[in-house]
């Protein structure tokens, strides 16, 4: 996983008040459409907030307050290319315990040039929705030293849309930070903070099969790899600026404590069918390593054929 550092300076409060309110739309009503098409589609977006700051106490203790936020409505259009009921009723025929897993697929309309497949076409609503918020306070403890105290916030939520799952995400990174500055004389300044950081990531489909399907010559039924995290991060700098005539030199010290917490369901499997157009040949069962014998044996299906425990796939022969 590769990352990057962003440095920040948020707005502080002053002796007067002052506030903002603001929006940012775009609609589809506005839209101009392509001279051959008969519309557009659906698509609204608003970004709004506001912010206040001003003075508790003018001169010495200030605060500033900002929230902002996304609504977003759009409709992806989704296709694909799916068996039709002649050939789920030949592969429930053959194996009826395969009978639900070919049936997960949604019914095509659609004829195309193989007899064996249907063309599905359907939409999504995929509202990304966003709430971010900020609060911070500034202190001037003495006319050397200045206290600051910042807590923000952000929760995303959306969903997105697929053949076999829509898959819901959401995500909130709340950080916080305490900085204190110093200054010993015109050419020593001193400046240190104390920082926390959290993601709380989750991401959840709803699936109707426990599995994910590959059958040669239709789309896939790919499930997601979901799963959820929460990384935390703590964190102390300390920088020091010392200016000497002409030149300026400056010191730094950062120590950060940084956990990942990662969970992947144990349940994540695969089905692959190797077949051709007419007949259901072969079928591999993947399963996530490390794996123990009682996985084996929880992960195979119910199929007439032979399988192999000594083996990572289970292989059913018709």
Not at 34 to 48: E, I, M
Not at 194 to 201: L, W
Not at 224 to 242: E, K, L, P
Request: aromatic share 12%; net charge positive; hydrophobic share 35%.
């Amino acid at each position: 996983m590769a990352g990057g550092q962003v440095s920040m300076v948020s707005k502080g409060g002053t002796n007067e008040f002052h506030g903002s309110l603001y929006e940012y739309l775009r609609n589809s009503f506005f839209y101009a459409h392509a001279f051959d098409t008969p519309g557009v589609s659906p698509f609204r977006l608003n970004n709004f907030g506001a912010s206040f700051g001003g003075p508790i106490i003018r001169n010495k203790l200030f605060f500033f307050v900002n929230y902002e936020a996304v609504r977003q409505v759009y409709f992806q259009p989704i296709s694909a290319i799916v068996p039709t009921d002649a050939y789920r009723a030949q592969v429930a025929q053959k194996s009826p315990a395969l009978a639900p897993l070919i049936n997960a697929y949604p019914e095509g309309t659609v004829r195309t040039a193989d007899p064996n497949a249907l063309l599905w076409i359907s939409s999504g609503r995929t509202p990304p929705n966003e709430d971010a918020g900020l609060f911070r306070v500034d202190y001037a403890l003495s006319d050397k030293t200045a206290v600051s105290i910042r807590f923000n916030t952000d929760t995303y939520r959306t969903t997105s849309v697929a053949l076999a799952e829509n898959t819901y995400t959401t995500m909130t990174p709340p950080n916080a930070v305490i900085d204190v500055q110093h200054t010993f004389s015109p050419t020593v300044l001193n400046d240190a903070r104390i920082g926390f950081n959290r993601d709380d990531y989750v991401d959840i489909g709803d699936g109707k099969t426990p599995y994910s399907l590959s059958i040669t010559g239709f789309d896939s039924y790919a499930l997601g790899d979901h799963s959820s995290r929460i990384d935390i991060s703590f964190s102390f700098v300390d920088n020091a600026t010392v200016s000497r005539g002409r030149h300026t030199i400056k010191f730094d010290v950062e120590v950060r404590r940084m956990q990942e917490n990662k969970v992947h369901p144990l349940a994540a499997q695969g089905l692959s069918y190797l077949a051709r157009r007419t007949s259901l040949t072969t079928c591999w069962i993947r399963i996530p390593t490390p794996c123990p014998a009682w996985r084996l044996r929880r992960a195979r299906i119910p199929v007439t054929g032979t399988s192999s425990m000594n083996s990572r796939s289970a292989r059913i022969l018709h």
